[in-house]
């Protein structure tokens, strides 16, 4: 048996006749230290039913025993080597006979932030409320929102998330009796009720300013990463020493590829910057625009290297930097705007890698690495994610259709291995659909193509298909050769998401243990979501464009991003009206909020929604309503 001091602490508050923590006592009491708290005195608790006998057996078995306990004022009964609590534990919190839902809102919220003062870093928060209080869907019925406890959102406000949610077993709970408020009223009824298990979320960070060297047509060039991607440059989930999913599914499709043809991994990089027009329409549309700076910076690197002959740097967050829109007038003169762009894709660089020396005809090479796609925002369009490019040379012809078409039928046959515990099926067909319409990057004309597509569920999926990649003969440049590049190009992060049940992108970027630890050792399985039913905060938002065919509705999601840190996951147009006298068109727009790992409050989403309002009249050039 382990010595008490070595023991996790279990804190209990609230309780009545101390019957709940007589039974965890005599189910956990080897495994942790129970310390059971009451709001009343001793003598007014003494007076009910079977709560001596409870007291004296907690007691008697080491338990620490406390009353007159204010459980929103924890820190100040137990000294800082004292609190670390494991866990935290409230059954049936109530404010009082009458006591409305707005009261004992902020009960709840008032504990959780007493709770954060004293819970162990990966310590839970154990909440058990009447059926229906919650105001989470696992309530059967479901309250309305408003006339629910909304325990998500008050937990948010002291940065704890719901990870867990089951019902509330009084059979577990042997000798357990519920009591009502303070002991005195009728017993709350326990039927349908949940126990809440809340965990710490993850903390927001502001992205401090990055710049990374790299070499590019033989010069090293310095560029800005724009602010979303900060936090994300420099992840290295592809590397030898990852477990992450992505590469899981990556080096399965190498695996079962090298199974029927003959493969070989690139190991050289790609600059992750081109230059390219900015006459092009559609490299705009499609691309992040990069200042970049053709001589090196006198910085000291501070992280691992990004690409060929890469290093990152973070700047101090003094320094002057790009805001994401425009450069500082400090850095003007020495930075180029408006020429330079993160690629897209890795397709642009096809003819460069088959013509490197390592190259062996009638091989697949592989390339792997990250791509940037200015997209709307949307739970399956990711602004970053890595890409995954089979290639290999074949002689125009049917030579290079019959070598697409064996390639097509690996991958799907691949594919659908992995994606059949999910139940969502992949179809390879040469129709082009809907969804790809603004996800394929065109570097050069393609004489034949598969589009790879993953089926969702059509009950309650919207998308109703993910599109994921394609299969393609590329001409050789130039034709007379009598060449073609058959190649495969894969978004490896919406591959992941369908393999393992994941249903939001940013998950997969979560600096969270609680998600790589579930895919340790390249499992592949069902991801299971610790941060369930987050809230969800809409505000609208209108303006007048006085030009609309030079509004950029892309622009705005873009801007929507960076103002919130990625945490908005929707941008709905609700409203367009032209004005006949002055030519402008008033847009309205609602813009929903929610995090995936972190816990978002209100408050935190009126600052957001402010920031974004003034930062859309600073930089789109819009005037507000």
């Not at 690629?343 to 009638?362: A, K, N």
């Amino acid at each position: 048996m382990k010595p008490l001091h070595h023991l996790p602490r279990f804190l209990l508050v609230g309780e009545g006749n101390f019957s709940f923590s007589a039974s965890l006592c005599e189910v956990r009491g080897s495994e942790a230290c129970i310390v059971a708290t009451c709001y009343e005195s001793e003598d007014t608790v003494s007076t009910q039913a079977f709560a001596k006998s409870n007291i004296q057996y907690l007691r008697d078995r080491g338990a620490e025993v406390h009353f007159c306990i204010d459980c929103t004022k924890l820190k100040d009964y137990f000294l800082p080597s004292e609190r670390n609590f494991a866990r935290i534990y409230f059954n049936f919190p109530h404010c009082g006979r009458k006591a409305g839902v707005k009261k004992n809102r902020e009960l709840l919220a008032r504990f959780f932030c007493s709770c954060a003062d004293v819970l162990a870093e990966e310590g839970e928060v154990h909440v058990t409320l009447c059926r229906g209080q919650g105001g989470t869907p696992a309530d059967q019925p479901v309250r309305e929102w408003h006339n629910s406890w909304q325990i998500v959102a008050m937990a948010a406000q002291a940065g704890f998330i719901l990870s867990e949610v089951h019902p509330f077993n009084i059979r577990n709970a042997c000798g357990y009796s519920c009591t009502g408020y303070r002991s005195q009223d009728k017993p709350f009824c326990v039927e349908g009720a949940l126990s809440h298990i809340f965990t710490r979320g993850l903390p927001f960070l502001q992205p401090r300013p990055v710049i990374c060297q790299a070499e590019l047509e033989g010069h090293l060039i310095s560029f800005l990463v724009p602010e979303i991607f900060a936090d994300k440059i420099n992840r290295h989930f592809l590397d030898i020493s990852s477990e992450h999913p992505v590469r899981t599914v990556s080096e399965n499709l190498t695996d079962e590829l090298g199974k029927s043809f003959p493969v070989q991994k690139v190991n050289s990089s790609i600059s992750l910057v081109f230059q390219g027009s900015s006459k092009s329409r559609s490299l705009l549309d499609t691309s992040w625009m990069v200042p970049v700076a053709r001589s090196s910076l006198n910085s000291k690197p501070v992280a691992n290297k990004i690409g060929r002959n890469a290093e990152t740097f973070v700047l101090p967050s003094s320094s002057p930097g790009w805001s994401g829109s425009s450069l500082s007038p400090d850095l003007e003169s020495n930075w180029v705007l408006g020429q330079y762009y993160l690629r897209p894709s890795l397709l642009p660089f096809l003819h460069e890698v088959v013509q490197q020396p390592q190259f062996q005809p009638g091989t697949f090479l592989v390339l792997r690495g990250l791509a940037f796609r200015k997209s709307k925002i949307s739970t399956h369009a990711p602004p970053i994610f890595h890409e995954m490019v089979f290639l290999c040379m074949a002689e125009t012809g049917t030579e290079a259709v019959g070598l697409a078409h064996s390639l097509a039928g690996n991958l799907s046959r691949t594919l659908n291995s992995m994606l059949q515990p999910s139940g969502v099926q992949l179809c390879c067909t040469t129709n082009k659909p809907e969804t790809a319409q603004l996800c394929i990057f065109e570097p050069q004309p393609h004489e034949f193509r598969y589009f790879v597509t993953v089926a969702l569920d059509p009950s309650n999926a919207d998308p109703k298909e993910v599109f994921v990649g394609t299969v393609s003969i590329a001409p050789w440049q130039p034709k007379s050769i009598g060449q073609e590049i058959v190649c495969a190009s894969l978004n490896l992060d919406l591959l992941a998401m369908q393999v393992c049940g994941i249903v939001d992108w940013r998950m997969l970027w979560t600096p969270s243990r609680r998600f790589l630890d579930q895919f340790a050792g390249g499992r592949l399985g069902p991801f299971r979501n610790f941060s369930l039913y987050p809230p969800s905060y809409s505000h609208d938002i209108s303006f007048w464009v006085p030009e609309l065919e030079r509004f950029d509705e892309a622009e705005f999601h873009a801007l929507a991003r960076r103002v919130s840190g990625e945490t908005v996951v929707s941008v709905q147009l609700l409203d367009s009206f032209l004005n006949p006298k002055t030519a402008q068109t008033s847009l309205c727009y609602r813009v929903t909020y929610q995090s995936s790992d972190k816990a978002l409050t209100g408050q935190q989403v009126a600052a957001l929604q402010m920031k974004l309002r003034e930062e859309a009249e600073h930089s789109l050039r819009v005037i507000l309503r």
